[in-house]
């Protein structure tokens, strides 16, 4: 896949990382991994992948998290509204990418807890987005249909309209017949809680 340059913004990423990680009790954005936290992880990620500008999405913590994340090739959202739920990081993300980015074709959403998202993943899901001519390709795991996925513009309507708790999985489920799907087999591997990342480190 060619490098990402200014010049070529037909994707973009947007990773939501807003939330307070009640159940850990401790902003898991934050946990180690492979030597950086969980959220620069994802990031990296994201860069490695050149699919286009990098979008995240903060809002619990978010002084805490921001001094501990290269700030570089990315634009940091704050959703003021996290505690809203899901939703307002969607709409936070793709009203931003709109007002950036107004020439983007397709958007990867992305989540800051799944450690096995890589590189090889991201060009998958764009691959069969360009082969199949789906509007939306989502990450296959345990019978669900999930994220990372991605989003053609025609979805940022809905997107950038939705309430609540309800996340991309929402419209995945919505359109669950007609989308496009690639395997991936460690995607239900997230970390909700001190026992989700004690498992991890192990």
């Not at 987005?129 to 994220?147: L, P, W």
């Amino acid at each position: 896949m060619k490098a990402f340059t200014e010049k070529n913004r037909k994707y973009a990423i947007i990773i939501l990382a807003a939330g307070r990680s009640a159940r850990l009790g401790s902003p898991k954005q934050l946990l180690s991994y492979q030597g950086k936290n969980l959220l620069q992880h994802t990031i990296d990620i994201a860069h490695e992948s050149r699919t286009g500008p990098i979008l995240v999405v903060l809002g619990s913590n978010i002084d805490e998290i921001t001094t501990k994340l290269d700030k570089n090739f990315l634009k940091i959202i704050e959703n003021q509204d996290w505690e809203s739920g899901m939703a307002s990081s969607i709409v936070c993300g793709i009203n931003t990418l709109l007002e950036l980015y107004s020439d983007t074709e397709a958007a990867i959403l992305m989540v800051c807890d799944q450690p096995f998202v890589n590189v090889q993943l991201l060009h998958q899901l764009i691959k069969k987005y360009e082969e199949s001519g789906k509007s939306i390709v989502a990450s296959k795991y345990v019978n669900i249909n999930g994220t990372p996925a991605l989003f053609h513009k025609k979805h940022f309507h809905e997107l950038s309209a939705l309430k609540g708790d309800f996340g991309a999985k929402y419209l995945i489920k919505k359109y669950d017949g007609s989308l496009q799907a690639i395997p991936f087999d460690k995607g239900s591997i997230d970390i909700d809680t001190i026992e989700d990342y004690k498992n991890l480190m192990k």
